[in-house]
């Protein structure tokens, strides 16, 4: 391993839409089982474009970036463990949870933890003493004690595993809450990187039928090659989709929604798709829109089922990780990068991914390789 520099680059946000500053920050020293992870890749995520351009409130100044991998570089005194307690070595590569929670308050014993009362996330802090060093645009990461650390599996790079503890975890989530869907027909609204996740996923779980709904056209193209079997034009009246998804399923409906787009006009949509007993879950709605109309009377007469995911369970990570590696050779997960950026240009990596849209951008940290 090289020696542990100092202190580490970190890009800082200070406000909606003025340039992030490449700072420097001072390398602590670690107490108990804490580590520090070397960034060799972040992706920029759909909520980093929200905050970055004024769309959503986050605190600042801060270090943006929670889909990362990196390699353990450095431990406490104790060592460091994974999520399963096992020891970890130094240039493990790893990936960890978005969310640090501690795992013994109310609502983590009860099965919340993204809910923690002591909760941290990284990329969406403000920086603080000991609360710099926390976001994946940057050259190193603070792991402290009780992070959700998981090794990346050798055959899945890093571009692919990067979105994992974000995108490929939550969409893990959504389908650990919809129940099994072998043999079902499963709708996906959105085909952004999380519906286009959703529609592999489903498909490699044995769906009968994926149905993709998205307006943008080199998005729908993609669904196809995620494991949608049919993919509809987002952009289509409410009524003539519910027809098509009609007419796919013998006038019944599908058995699952899941909604990515938070448009309300979308989940509006989505709910009317649903057959009785049918189970709609929602984890796009991220974001402040306007309230949606959905007729109670229908909810309880069709007995449906609605669910919202916000984050994940650290068990929903090591799925996500598991699926990537069983499927890196039949999706092209390693197209959704759209480019690829040294952490110096960061700033034109956002304004790549906003002009752009591709599903992913990468930010590589140019800090020496061991």
Not at 21 to 43: D, H, K, M, V
Not at 89 to 114: E, F, I, K, M, Q
Request: glycine share 10%.
């Amino acid at each position: 391993m090289n020696p542990l520099p100092d202190s580490s680059r970190a890009a800082v946000f200070h406000a909606p839409n003025q340039p992030l500053t490449i700072e420097r920050f001072p390398l602590p020293a670690l107490a108990g089982r804490e580590a520090i992870a070397r960034i060799r890749c972040a992706t920029i995520c759909g909520s980093d474009l929200h905050s970055y351009y004024g769309r959503r409130l986050s605190p600042v100044p801060s270090v943006l970036g929670h889909e990362m991998v990196g390699e353990i570089c450095a431990m406490g005194p104790e060592g460091a463990c994974d999520f399963q307690g096992r020891p970890l070595a130094l240039g493990d590569r790893v990936t960890w949870s978005t969310v640090w929670s501690c795992g013994a308050c109310y609502y983590c014993t009860r099965g919340l933890r993204p809910k923690c009362e002591h909760l941290m996330k990284f990329g969406h802090e403000r920086i603080a003493a000991g609360r710099d060093l926390i976001g994946g645009l940057a050259d190193h990461c603070i792991l402290r004690e009780g992070a959700g650390i998981f090794r990346v599996p050798p055959n899945v790079p890093d571009t692919v595993a990067s979105p994992a503890n974000c995108a490929t975890a939550t969409v893990a989530a959504v389908l650990r809450a919809a129940g099994g869907v072998e043999s079902q027909t499963v709708v996906v609204y959105g085909a952004g990187m999380l519906g286009l996740t959703a529609c592999a996923m489903a498909s490699a779980r044995g769906a009968s039928n994926v149905i993709a709904i998205e307006r943008d056209p080199g998005r729908a193209e993609l669904a196809g090659r995620f494991g949608a079997t049919i993919v509809l034009d987002g952009s289509a009246p409410a009524d003539e989709i519910r027809q098509q998804v009609l007419d796919q399923t013998e006038g019944r409906g599908a058995e699952f929604v899941l909604e990515f787009t938070g448009i309300p006009e979308a989940i509006e949509c989505g709910f009317h798709l649903l057959r009785f007993g049918g189970r709609f879950v929602m984890a796009g709605a991220t974001f402040p829109a306007r309230p949606i109309a959905l007729p109670a009377e229908q909810i309880v007469r069709r007995l449906l089922r609605l669910e919202g995911v916000y984050n994940y369970q650290p068990e929903d990570l090591a799925t996500a990780l598991d699926f990537l590696s069983a499927n890196v050779s039949r999706f092209p997960f390693e197209s959704l990068i759209g480019g690829a950026f040294p952490l110096d240009q960061v700033q034109e990596a956002f304004a790549f991914a906003e002009s752009a849209r591709p599903p992913r951008v990468a930010v590589l940290s140019a800090s020496p390789r061991s």
